[in-house]
Antibody, heavy 121, light 107 residues
Framework: QVQLVESGGGVVQPGRSLRLSCAAS????????MHWVRQAPGKGLEWVAV????????YFVDSVKGRFTISRDSSKDTLFLHIHTLRPEDTAVYYC??????????????WGQGTLVTVSS | DIQMTQSPSSLSASVGDRVTITCRAS??????LAWFQQKPGIAPKSLIY???NLQSGVPSKFTGSGSGTDFTLTISSLQPEDFATYYC?????????FGQGTKLEIK
């Protein structure tokens, strides 16, 4: 069955960097577009970034452009989100999610359990 | 960016009731609309894609409809496990955007 397991969250000081990982299994990872979505404490969902199945195309929400990078390692079936120059407003649970159809930019179906990032001095 | 507006923001209902949540897009998105359910402390669960199609394993008590700018999610015969927060999301164009959520509470 499909599994997405995020890791890498924790308490980090403002201005530092962090790398989140999402380990995928149960489906041909290299064929699927992958997304990151975050949720600040007590707030709604915010779509953050997406990467194409081949890793060549990426899109970001404006609020993170220039500070976040998304990448994938298909040899390890793992998705990454690199967060640079962390800000308090980056405090959130970060979820990865897979596209429903292979090689499609469409909507998602499965979500990971999330990893909490807390930015605090 | 496309703005998604859900109404109501919160809703009280009783077990056995039928409820409807509305989602409006700031511009036409065809049928590129998804609905998600989220319970406290748990990851979102995908319910509906392409405005009206149930994800695998989702019971038929959930019904989605609409196209263009106006969409609805209807939940029939509410059960205790249905009380949660519901989000719509457009995936017509990047950045994908979510509605602010509708919290469905037990009356």
């Amino acid at each position: 069955q499909v599994q997405l397991v995020e890791s890498g969250g924790g308490v980090v000081q403002p201005g530092r960097s962090l790398r989140l990982s999402c380990a995928a299994s149960g489906f041909p990872f290299s064929s699927y577009v992958m997304h990151w979505v975050r949720q600040a404490p007590g707030k709604g969902l915010e779509w953050v970034a997406v990467i194409s199945s081949d890793g060549k195309n990426k899109y970001f929400v404006d609020s993170v452009k220039g500070r976040f990078t998304i990448s994938r390692d298909s040899s390890k079936d793992t998705l990454f989100l690199h967060i640079h120059t962390l800000r308090p407003e980056d405090t959130a649970v970060y979820y990865c999610a897979k596209a429903k159809y292979s090689n499609s930019w469409g909507g998602v179906d499965y979500w990971g359990q999330g990893t909490l990032v807390t930015v605090s001095s | 960016d496309i703005q998604m507006t859900q109404s109501p923001s919160s809703l009280s209902a009783s077990v056995g009731d039928r409820v409807t949540i509305t989602c409006r897009a700031s511009q036409g998105i065809g049928n590129y609309l998804a609905w998600f359910q989220q319970k406290p402390g748990i990851a979102p669960k995908s319910l509906i894609y392409a405005a009206s199609n149930l994800q695998s394993g989702v019971p038929s008590k959930f019904t989605g409809s609409g196209s263009g700018t106006d969409f609805t999610l209807t939940i029939s015969s509410l059960q205790p496990e249905d009380f949660a927060t519901y989000y719509c999301q457009q995936y017509n164009s990047y950045p994908y955007t979510f509605g602010q959520g509708t919290k469905l509470e037990i009356k």
